[in-house]
């Protein structure tokens, strides 16, 4: 027996290596099942690939199930260039059985040893993968007869020191002849494909259920086909480089720029949700745009929606992504949600970042892998993308789709917001029979953000966020912003006419004060003026009266005074009589006021 | 014709037509010797000297196995009379041989 630590021969097939830590046990032999169409065939054949192609180990590939021919056919789906290595590397052997082969008695696959144990020779063959075995086993007569053609087989490649791998069928039931639970004992590594519908569409794993003297990743993995064929969803070893950056990229629109203190974080990631129409794409689209302009490469991965068409429609609001096109910073990839399950869609995204290498990434809209499959699934592989992107210190901007207004409907359908460092809701507001598009930014970790809610405008010029205008509680917009202005300019200019106006009217008032206090002034000089003429005139009077009593008492030579006659009162002249009169009792008056 | 023709095949090329046949065996393994037994015991009792039998070993000349198809052993292929055909096995059931080959068996003891 080998030592226990084992050798390992790497599958090249990304994930798998990571599962496996390593790829498949040297010079043993691993058992590869799985139902139908599950990609058993596709996996061994790969391993062959990349063996003979990259580490010029050459191998012998055993079809029992399809003719060679046919498995070239379906290899030609991925850039292998089979026929290429067919010719010096790769050996392959019909193994189909006639179907009109007579049988009688025991037999034993010595022929088939023979043949490959020349071409082994001759190749130097380091690989061998017998592919369907359970086509020849179900041939043998009866389980123990099986039993010795798997040990047979078995004693044979470890002799010949080959690392092997042999795919089989496995039905729902265990048909057929054989224990399969035999044929995992007597292997080294055992394999298991899955493949089932999920909504309609088909989701495949693989599970590594046994792998003598190794430790490898337990549970299902899920896994894809790209150009470069199988992707195994492997989680990836943490790389935590999360050396926090404070650099800023720009999301290629200035006003959302200043809104996040500057820009977006590099290597963050960027929720942008939002209802069908609120232009989603075009700040995806602007982004992407700025990123090419800055020369970092760039991923745009569209789903439903091809590459041609997105380019067109970012065209329209004044976004050239053509030029990045061709220089090859910019690479799009369009993937169809009603074919192909999230993981598998996943697996080739990642196989493009690893061949890309992009700086930033625009997924739009992630929401539409919820469409298809189950939606947990959906979710894990939102998540997983999410992550491998921050492994990959990639700046990306995902775009989501979200029924109604409602931005809290993201958290219950794909759960990135969660995840997401920064999240922009795009929303409709209808008022006044007007939809006008809206921006806000609900988080942006990391950055002092604006928390004001602000109008997306438009144009074939590009984007612009409007100031939005607030009023009694409620963010106003479009034509009602600009109703509301003018009406508000116009009753400020009301206010201020009315200002002068009474202030003109004060002015008026105070000047009539002044006015009236100057007439009064003059009243009151005149009156003044009366009263010393008065004053004068009564002296006089009163002198002119004293001096007559003394003439009338003289004249009358001491006689007592007399009362006055009403002649001398009609004499007397002025103010004083009309006075007397008045009072009515003129006969004393003059007595008293004299 | 045959490269490595065995001391049993004989030819007799009287009234009756030629069985011409192959037999290809893996090394000495006991299906290997048995088939040598089954085909001889056959031919003895059933097709007389009317047979032509080249017999190969796929561990001497596995490029022989590889030109003619032969993955499982011991495997006899008729190459005529008639359309070819080939039995599988350790040619235990003389019936089927003969089937195969297009004989008719012969009673006599």
């Known amino acids: 027996m080998a030592p226990r630590n084992l050798s390992k021969a790497a599958t090249g097939i990304h994930g798998f290596d990571v599962l496996s830590r390593g790829g498949l046990p040297r010079n043993r032999t691993s058992l590869v099942m799985g139902r139908p169409g599950t990609g058993k065939t596709v996996f061994a054949l790969q391993t062959l690939v990349n063996a003979a192609r990259d580490r010029k180990e050459p191998g012998i590939f055993v079809a029992f199930e399809e003719d060679p021919a046919q498995i070239f056919e379906n290899a030609a789906t991925f850039d292998w260039r089979l026929p290429a290595l067919a010719r010096d590397s790769l050996f392959f052997l019909n193994a189909q059985l006639s179907p009109t082969v007579v049988q009688s008695g025991d037999f034993d696959l010595g022929g088939m040893l023979a043949i490959l144990q020349a071409k082994k020779k001759e190749f130097d063959a380091r ?31 470890a002799q010949n020191e080959l690392t092997a791998i042999i795919t089989t069928k496995i039905d729902g039931a265990e048909s057929g002849v054989v224990s399969y639970g035999f044929m995992q004992f007597m292997v080294d590594c055992v394999i298991r494909f899955d493949g089932r519908l999920e909504q309609a569409i088909p989701v495949r794993r693989l599970e590594i259920a046994k792998y003598r003297g190794s430790d490898f990743a337990a549970g299902e993995f899920p896994l894809g086909f790209g150009p470069r064929g199988m992707v195994v969803a492997a989680p990836e070893a943490a790389e935590t480089h999360d050396e926090a950056s404070t650099e800023r990229v720009s999301t290629g629109f200035a006003d959302l720029d200043t809104m996040l203190a500057g820009g977006l974080l590099r290597g963050s990631s960027t929720l942008i949700t939002g209802a069908p129409g609120t232009s989603k794409t075009t700040l995806a ?8 302009r800055r020369g970092e490469r760039t991923l745009y991965v569209s789903f439903d929606e091809g590459g041609d068409r997105i380019q067109r429609n970012l065209k329209s609001v004044g976004i050239q992504l053509a030029a990045h096109l061709k220089s090859g910073l910019l690479r799009f990839y369009s993937g169809r949600t009603d074919q192909d399950n999230p993981e598998e869609h996943l697996t080739r995204i990642v196989a493009l970042l690893h061949e890309h290498q992009p700086q930033c990434v625009v997924v739009d809209p992630l929401s539409a892998i919820a469409k298809t499959g189950a939606l947990s699934s959906a979710r894990a592989v939102g998540n997983r993308l999410i992550y491998k992107l921050r492994d990959l210190n990639a700046t990306v ?127 009151l000089q005149r009156q003044r003026a009366e009263l010393a003429l008065y004053t004068r005139d009564g002296a006089a009077r009163r002198t002119s009266s004293g001096e007559r009593k003394k003439e009338l008492r003289r004249l009358r030579s001491a006689d007592a005074v007399s009362t006055p006659g009403p002649a001398p009162a009609k004499q007397r002249a002025g103010r004083a009589s009309a006075n007397a009169r008045k009072n009515g009792n003129g006969g004393r008056e003059p007595r008293r006021g004299a | ?62 490029e022989r196995a590889l030109a003619e198809g032969v993955l499982v052993t011991p495997s006899l292929t008729k190459l005529s009379p008639g359309p070819a055909a080939r039995v599988i096995g350790n040619l235990s059931d003389t019936g089927s041989v003969l089937a195969a080959l297009g004989v008719q068996p012969r009673m006599a003891g």
Request: with cysteine.
């Open chain 1, 127 to 157: 690989w061998i993968v017998f592919d369907g075995i359970d086509v020849l086993l179900a041939l043998l007569p009866d389980p123990g007869a099986a039993m010795r053609e798997i040990y047979r087989l078995r004693d044979w490649l």
């Open chain 2, 1 to 62: 014709m045959a490269r490595k023709l065995s001391a049993k095949a004989r030819c007799d090329a009287k009234s009756t037509t030629v069985v011409v046949m192959r037999l290809f065996i893996a090394g000495r393994g006991p299906n290997s010797v048995k088939a040598i037994a089954n085909l001889q015991a056959i031919c003895e009792q059933h097709l007389k000297d009317s047979f032509r039998l080249e017999l190969i070993d796929v561990c001497e000349y596995p």
């Open chain 1, 397 to 523: 901007v995902i775009t989501a789709l979200v029924d109604g207004d409602d931005p809290q409907a993201e958290s219950t359908a794909l759960q990135i917001s969660t995840i997401a460092d920064n999240w922009i809701h795009l929303s409709y507001l209808v008022l006044g029979g007007e939809r006008n598009r809206a921006l806000t930014i609900v988080k942006s970790r990391g950055t002092q953000h604006s928390n004001q809610v602000r109008e997306l405008l438009l144009s074939a010029s590009g984007l612009a966020l409007a100031e939005v205008y607030s009023s009694g509680g409620e963010v106003l917009m479009g034509t009602l912003r600009w109703e509301k202005e003018a009406e508000e300019n116009s009753r400020r200019r009301k206010r201020q006419d009315e200002f002068s106006r009474k202030h003109r009217e004060l002015e008026f008032a105070e000047a009539d004060i002044a006015a009236r206090i100057a007439g009064l002034q003059l009243e």
């Open chain 1, 285 to 292: 689209g602007k982004f992407a745009a700025a990123a090419c």
